[in-house]
T-cell receptor
Framework: DGGITQSPKYLFRKEGQNVTLSCEQN?????MYWYRQDPGQGLRLIYY???????QKGDIAEGYSVSREKKESFPLTVTSAQKNPTAFYLC?????????????FGSGTQLSVL | KNQVEQSPQSLIILEGKNCTLQ??????????LRWYKQDTGRGPVSLTI?????NTKSNGRYTATLDADTKQSSLHITASQLSDSASYIC??????????FGTGTQLKVEL
């Protein structure tokens, strides 16, 4: 099946630790995105990438880092600088990144702080 | 400031009944509006897209409307089923492909 795979489903972070969330897609989409979802808030954009080896900061990039070494993969690292990391993280993709395209989402990763 | 407001925040209905969810936005310029369905613990899935010139669009038991003059959209669900229990998110695309997400309406369908 074509789609976006996020792993792990649940992740726990200790204080001072960096953790990496995986996102892989086999849709041959150019653009990929990371969103953060908190209860009672709309999704917020962390980072996005429209082409391999290039990415841009979204609205809440502080404390996060990404890489786009392969078209299929867009991992997100939550660094120790992110003081409130507990949230549901969603990876998404679109065919080209053009305006108005439908977002295809993964199943999400729930990150919690120990 | 671009904003998308959804109402009600939550809703409980009996199986087989109809319901309507509301979305008001202040995004400008306007490109399009999408409704997504998000099951608990899953990623959102697109239900419909509305562009400026469209007033109504249906997808099975889901019917979306758009009034671009008043900047309002609604999602009507007909003959609800237990599987309709989910969060419904309104997303507006504005200038520069900027997306503004609503906080969602949590719908629960009961027997």
């Amino acid at each position: 099946d074509g789609g976006i795979t996020q792993s792990p489903k649940y992740l726990f972070r200790k204080e001072g630790q960096n953790v990496t969330l995986s996102c892989e897609q086999n849709l041959n989409h150019d653009a990929m995105y990371w969103y953060r979802q908190d209860p009672g808030q709309g999704l917020r954009l962390i980072y996005y990438s429209q082409i391999v080896n290039d990415f841009q900061k979204g609205d809440i990039a502080e404390g996060y880092s990404v890489s786009r070494e392969k078209k299929e993969s867009f991992p997100l690292t939550v660094t120790s600088a992110q003081k409130n990391p507990t949230a549901f993280y969603l990876c998404a993709s679109t065919p080209t990144g053009a305006a108005g395209e439908k977002l295809f989402f993964g199943s999400g990763t729930q990150l919690s702080v120990l | 400031k671009n904003q998308v407001e959804q109402s009600p925040q939550s809703l409980i209905i009996l199986e087989g009944k109809n319901c309507t969810l509301q979305c008001n936005y202040t995004v400008s310029p306007f490109s399009n509006l999408r409704w997504y369905k998000q099951d608990t613990g899953r990623g959102p899935v697109s239900l419909t897209i509305m562009t400026f010139s469209e007033n109504t669009k249906s997808n099975g038991r889901y019917t979306a409307t758009l009034d671009a003059d008043t900047k309002q959209s609604s999602l009507h669900i007909t003959a609800s089923q237990l599987s309709d229990s989910a969060s419904y998110i309104c997303v507006v695309t504005g200038g520069g492909n900027k997306l503004t997400f609503g906080t969602g309406t949590q719908l629960k369908v009961e027997l």
